[in-house]
C-alpha cells in the first residue's frame, strides 16, 4: 500500500504503520524517526535538525525534502510505504505530489487519524521510546511499561523520555500542529485522497485502513 498517515503528534500514526507494515511488507517511512538518527549519529543533517527538534519545531521543508526523495527512490520503498510524520506543511505536500508524479507513483489514500487532545496529551506526557534509533520501540509508563530497570523489552537499550516530550515543547508541537498540520486534511479532501478514522485503538484503525486500501 502507498499511504501517508495524518494526525497531531501523539495520535498514534508510528504505531498504526508498525502494524500495518507487518500486514503487506510495506515500509514505514517516519521522518521524525530518520532526524532522531541523524541527530544521534551527529551527521550534518542532523546538526543542521537539532535546535528545531527540540524546541518542537518543524526542520525546514528543503531539508525534509532532500531526505524523502533519497528514501522513496530506495529499492525497498517500491514494494509500497506508509509515510508517518509527513508531509507537514502544504508545500511539502505541494512538494510530494511533484515528486510522486515523477517516480510514476499514486497514493491509494490519505488516512487522518482523528484523537481528542485531552488523550493527545496523556499519551505523549507518559511515551517512552527506546533509544537504538533502529528499534524505537514505543513505550507508556501507565498502559505499556518498559522493563523495570528501563529497558527496551526488544533491544534491551535504555528507554528514554524523548528531548520533545516536555510538557514545554509538546505544546508548541501541537500549536505547530494546528497551524502548519492541519490545513492538509483540507488539501488531501479536495485531492479526493482523504480518510478519516477516529477510533481509540490501533488495531480497529489499522483493519479500517486496509479495508479501505483494499
Ligand atoms: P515526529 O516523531 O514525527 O513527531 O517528529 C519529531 C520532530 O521531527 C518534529 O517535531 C519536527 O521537529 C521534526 N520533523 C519530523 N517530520 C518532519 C517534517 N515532515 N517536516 C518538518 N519537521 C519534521
Partial sequence: ???????????GKGT??????????SVQISTGDILRGAVKAGSELGKK?????????????????????????????????????FP?????????KVLLQKLGIKLDTVVD???????????????RTC????????????????????????????VVQRADETEEAISI???????KTAPLIDYYRK???LKTVSSLSSDEIVKEIVRVVK
Fill in 191 to 193: 485531492e479526493g485522497l
Fill in 49 to 85: 535538525a537539532q535546535g528545531y527538534m527540540e524546541r518542537g519545531d518543524l526542520v525546514p521543508d528543503s531539508l525534509i525534502m532532500d531526505i524523502m526523495e533519497a528514501r522513496l527512490r530506495e529499492p525497498d520503498a517500491k514494494k509500497g510505504f506508509i509515510l508517518d510524520g
Fill in 113 to 127: 487519524i482523528d484523537v481528542p487532545r485531552a488523550v493527545i496529551l496523556d499519551r505523549l506526557t507518559t511515551r
Fill in 131 to 158: 533509544s537504538n534509533p533502529d528499534c524505537q520501540e514505543i513505550y507508556n509508563v501507565k498502559s505499556k511499561p518498559a522493563s523495570p530497570e528501563g529497558k527496551c523489552l526488544k533491544c534491551g537499550s535504555p
Fill in 88 to 96: 507537514r506543511t502544504i508545500p511539502q505536500a505541494e512538494a510530494l
Fill in 173 to 179: 508541537r501541537l500549536a505547530t500542529y494546528n497551524e
Fill in 1 to 11: 500500500m502507498r499511504i501517508v498517515l495524518l494526525g497531531a503528534p501523539g495520535a
Fill in 16 to 25: 498504526i504503520a508498525k502494524q500495518l507494515t507487518a500486514n503487506d511488507g
